[in-house]
């Protein structure tokens, strides 16, 4: 592997056996991605060192064919809405396709079960409230005007786009972070690589510089009021 990139062994629940996965934490990593020809790359919602216990919830909103920017961006209001709700906050990601992610980040006291049962119970009160409109399932036949609130992105193995990462599409579009007030727009935001003369700005004005700082916690009472019937932290 080129400098950078290095692997970590993680057990799969399945099997029991140990297996490989590659991990990256500094520039000469990410370059070493980019020499190997990766175009795409994904995270865990968790650390190589407890990657059992995640610190990072994705709520990921999938328009289906038939629904406009503004529709998509009232969806992304409304599960901020919810999150704030229960004093938690939420940063907002486009990725690189047609969707949006709210991620939440958490401090690292909980299983992955927990975490997606309290994601699911979010979409869920969601859902009902407008079920014209909004669906937590992933029968695509069912999509059709409406968005898809996927919480499964929560869950041991399963990933989300990174934050600056380039996607293997059609003009090389990239996810980045948004600020929320950019959901105020006519259109829906939308960056290339071959247009990043027209954005590179955007990286010294980082919306989620604050993301670090947070220390949120997914409380007893936060589990309740969700409806979650789960583990408590500790």
């Known amino acids: 592997m080129p400098q950078g990139v290095n692997s970590v062994a993680i057990t799969n629940h399945k099997t029991q056996e140990m297996e490989d996965y590659l991990t990256v934490n500094s520039v000469d990593g990410l370059i070493g991605l980019v020499q190997m020809g990766v175009l795409e790359i994904h995270t865990w919602g968790s650390h190589n ?20 920017w503004q529709a998509l961006a009232v969806a992304a209001r409304e599960i901020r809405g919810q999150l704030k709700k229960m004093k938690l906050e939420g940063f907002l990601k486009c ?6 992610h709210v991620v939440v980040p958490i401090e690292a006291e909980l ?10 119970a979010v979409v869920m ?7 014209d409109l909004y669906l937590t399932k992933m029968a695509k036949a069912a ?27 059609s003009g090389a579009p990239v996810a980045l972070p948004l600020d929320w007030k950019e959901l105020n727009g006519r259109t829906r935001p939308a960056f290339r690589v071959m247009d990043f003369a027209k954005w590179k700005k955007r990286l010294s004005l980082d919306p989620w510089k604050e993301m670090p700082k947070l220390r949120q916690r997914l409380t007893s009472d936060i ?12």
């Open 95 to 100: 990725t690189g396709g047609k969707g949006l």
């Open 49 to 68: 060192n407890s990657p059992d216990v995640p610190d990072r919830m994705v709520f990921d909103l999938d328009p289906g064919e038939g629904v406009d």
């Open 143 to 169: 999509r059709k005007n409406r968005i898809y609130l996927d919480y499964l992105r929560n869950d041991r193995e399963a990933t989300s786009i990174a934050p600056y990462s380039s996607r293997a599409r």
């Open 223 to 234: 589990l309740r009021s969700a409806s979650v019937e789960s583990q408590s932290p500790k």
């Open 125 to 131: 009160r969601i859902e009902r409230n407008q079920p």
């Open 111 to 120: 299983d992955w079960s927990t975490v997606k049962q309290f994601a699911h």
